[in-house]
């Protein structure tokens, strides 16, 4: 007999002798067979996290940290003037980043103080506004290695009272931008086989709902972007190095929030230093992921595998608050 074993023998017999119940050989044998299961279990969901994050990562072994030099990297980010996209410039900034943010607005004083900022006044849904400041990006900055597709919109309101000008503003700044900036920024990325693009989705990429069906159609085509981004680059441009990030959150309590904030009672919204701080800590690991805010979320996403009367319940839940006084 091993020493280990002994000790084995005396852990079970003290167990077993604390707890009176596991004196009956029945109860005994039922214990140790859900103990097994729960083993067993334990033990596939930590493989199946640790294939996850291989797949997410071209199946490296080891991490890309060696070729990050954070000082000398360059991101951009869409939509960085204000909410998640301020946050996360803020957080790469502190680790030495160097940040070129694109947006309309103007760069507010919270941001005005920090040298390692570039503003760019770009309208992100404008392909040729986009190219022309890549250009300037790269000649004032040089070559970005890390693309964060933050910018987004919504507004609630149902189909039939949809504009065609909101429809295609809409399509223009969630979907077609990350588009424009991938063709834009990505080649650079493809020559050195290093970079990381990070696409802040949303759960609605995985449901469609009333009330919101055209930010959910943007979401839902943004992840198939992002999907199908990640097949080219690792088999049509041999570039496996190169690093993906997709971000679901949940309801963020933002000003693109608020027109839906009264109509989600009994829902606790994300707060966006939550989501700043899971795209900031994701590209300083230096590993791609999916990630789903709240981390529990993710079960939300399997919604097309449930049944239909299911889906159909839990998608009216949700439909009848947002509709709630909606045009």
């Not at 979401?219 to 680059?233: S, Y």
Request: proline share 5%.
């Amino acid at each position: 007999m091993s020493a280990r074993q002994g000790l084995s023998d005396i852990v079970s017999l003290r167990l077993i002798n604390s707890v009176s119940a596991l004196r009956n050989p029945e109860t005994l044998a039922r214990v140790t067979k859900l103990l097994r299961w729960l083993l067993a279990l334990g033990v596939v969901r930590t493989v199946n996290k640790k294939l996850n994050h291989l797949a997410l990562n071209a199946y490296r072994i080891n991490n890309e940290k060696k070729r990050w030099n954070w000082k000398e990297e360059v991101a951009v980010v869409t939509g960085g003037c204000s909410g998640i996209g301020l946050l996360t410039v803020k957080r790469l900034l502190l680790k030495g980043v160097k940040v070129a943010i694109l947006d309309i607005q103007q760069l507010p004083p919270a941001l005005q103080d920090y040298a390692g900022i570039r503003f760019f006044a770009c309208d992100i849904a404008d392909p040729a506004a986009v190219a022309s400041t890549a250009e300037k990006v790269r000649a004032t900055m040089g070559s970005p290695s890390i693309l964060v597709n933050n910018a987004g919109i919504t507004h609630p309101h149902t189909i039939l009272k949809t504009s065609p000008e909101y429809l295609r503003k809409i399509f223009d700044v969630n979907l077609l931008s990350n588009w424009y900036t991938i063709q834009a920024f990505l080649p650079d990325m493809i020559k050195r086989n290093k970079g990381h693009v990070v696409t802040v989705g949303s759960l609605a990429s995985y449901w469609g709902v009333g009330g919101m069906v055209d930010y959910c159609a943007t979401k839902a085509a943004v992840l198939c972007l992002h999907e199908g981004l990640v097949q080219e680059v690792r088999q049509k441009h041999k570039a496996p190095n190169i690093l993906f990030t997709s971000v679901h959150p949940n309801f963020v309590r933002t000003p693109l929030v608020e027109p839906y904030a009264p109509k989600l009672s009994g829902q606790s919204l994300l707060e966006p230093t939550e989501v700043a701080d899971a795209i900031a800590e994701q590209v300083l690991s230096c590993a791609g992921g999916q990630i789903y805010l709240p981390t529990g979320a993710y079960r939300s996403t399997l919604v097309r595998g449930w049944p239909n009367w299911l889906q159909e319940y839990l998608r009216g839940r949700l439909a009848k608050n947002i509709l709630s006084g909606t045009e």
